[in-house]
Nanobody, 125 residues
Framework: VQLQASGGGLVQAGGSLRLSCTAS????????MSWFRQAPGEQREFVAA????????YYADSVKGRFTISRDNAKNTVYLQMNNLKPEDTAVYYC???????????????????WGQGTQVTVSS
């Protein structure tokens, strides 16, 4: 599975961005597709996850109510709509996928086998 992330950029606080992650695999019925982010000097942290089997979504507390993860089946793409961005959202955002995860594992980066290349999001104050 190859993942291609895009959509990052520079935005002012309070603004919005939409990230996209397009996957090469054609069958995702057992996949979790997720977004993580990593700020300089920090560990990679969980942002949001989408369970392709059933459409359940999961969010980090820090982004709940501001970010929305969704999918487009026809395009094999997962989106992360980010609204009301804050300077502390500044990071490199990575998409990740795995077909063997259980729900208790989805927030841990080391559990994912497939990663996109990362896209920079910078929020100015």
């Amino acid at each position: 599975v190859q993942l291609q992330a895009s959509g990052g950029g520079l935005v002012q606080a309070g603004g919005s961005l939409r990230l996209s992650c397009t996957a090469s695999a054609r069958t995702f019925s057992r996949f979790f597709m997720s977004w993580f982010r990593q700020a300089p000097g920090e560990q990679r942290e969980f942002v949001a996850a989408y369970n392709w089997n059933g459409g359940s979504t999961y969010y980090a507390d820090s982004v709940k109510g501001r970010f929305t993860i969704s999918r487009d089946n026809a395009k094999n793409t997962v989106y992360l709509q980010m609204n009301n961005l804050k300077p502390e959202d500044t990071a490199v955002y990575y998409c990740a996928a795995d077909s063997r995860l259980i729900l208790s594992s989805i927030r841990y980066a080391e559990q994912y086998d497939y990663w996109g290349q990362g896209t920079q999001v910078t929020v100015s104050s």
